[in-house]
C-alpha cells in the first residue's frame, strides 16, 4: 500500500464533480484515453444484460455512455463521493446514482447481470473486498468488467507527469501499485474465471471479463 498525507476523502475532494464531462470535453487526452476504456468495456460486456451496475462511478458520465449502448437496460451507479453523486442525479435523470461503498455494495446477492468496475480498486482501502462485493450482487449467469492501468512504463512515465509535472487532482489517489499480472490474480482470487482480457490505449490499460467461477 502506498501511504500518504492527505485522507481519501480529501483527495476524493479535490476532484470536481464534473471532472470526467469537462475533461472528455476540453482535454484530447482524456477524451482518446475515456473512449478507449468505452470501447474496451462494451466490446466485453454481455449482449443485451437488463440490469448494470457502475461500480466507483464518481458522476455518472462512463454510465452515461455505457446507457447509450443498452436503452433498455436498468443503469445504477454507486460511490462515496457525495458531491460528484449529486451532479450526476441532476445531470443524468435516466440513472440511478446512489451513495454507496464498494466494500459494502448496498444491494442483494445476485441483483445485476453486468457490472463495471474500471479505474477503481487502485483507489479503494481493500479490493479483495470490493471484488467479493461485486461477485456477491452479480448474477450467476452475469458479467464483471474490471479494468485498470496495464502499469507499464509508459502509463508509469504518462501518470507521472500528469499528476506531479502538469499538478493535476489525482496526486496520491492510487494507494495500492497494480499490473497487470497482479490484477488477474486477484480477479481469479477472489472467485472469478477470466474469459477474456483486452490491453488497449497504447497498452497503457488492461480490462478483464470476468464471470462467477461457481
Known sequence: MHFHNKSLEEIWHEVPPDYYQNGVKNNILQKIWHSGKL????????????????VGCASGW?????AKAYKQSKCTGIDVYD?????????????ELVKGDGHKIPF?????????????????????????EIKRVLKPNGVAVIEMD????????????????????????HI???????????????GFKIEEKKFFNFSMAVAFKAVPKN
Open 108 to 132: 442483494k446477492k445476485a441483483s445485476f447481470d453486468f457490472i463495471i468496475c474500471n479505474e477503481v480498486l487502485e483507489h479503494v482501502e481493500n479490493p479483495e473486498k470490493v471484488l467479493l
Open 83 to 95: 458531491d460528484a453523486i449529486a451532479y450526476g442525479r441532476k445531470k443524468y435523470k435516466k440513472l
Open 150 to 173: 496495464s502499469g507499464n512504463f509508459l502509463f508509469r512515465a504518462v501518470w507521472h507527469w500528469w499528476t506531479h509535472m502538469r499538478r493535476g487532482v489525482w496526486k496520491d489517489a
Open 176 to 190: 495500492h501499485v497494480f499490473n497487470a499480472q497482479k490484477l488477474e490474480k486477484m480477479i481469479k482470487k477472489c
Open 39 to 54: 470501447r474496451a468495456t462494451i466490446g466485453l460486456a454481455p449482449k443485451d444484460p437488463k440490469t448494470i451496475l457502475d
Open 62 to 66: 462512463f454510465l452515461s455512455e455505457v
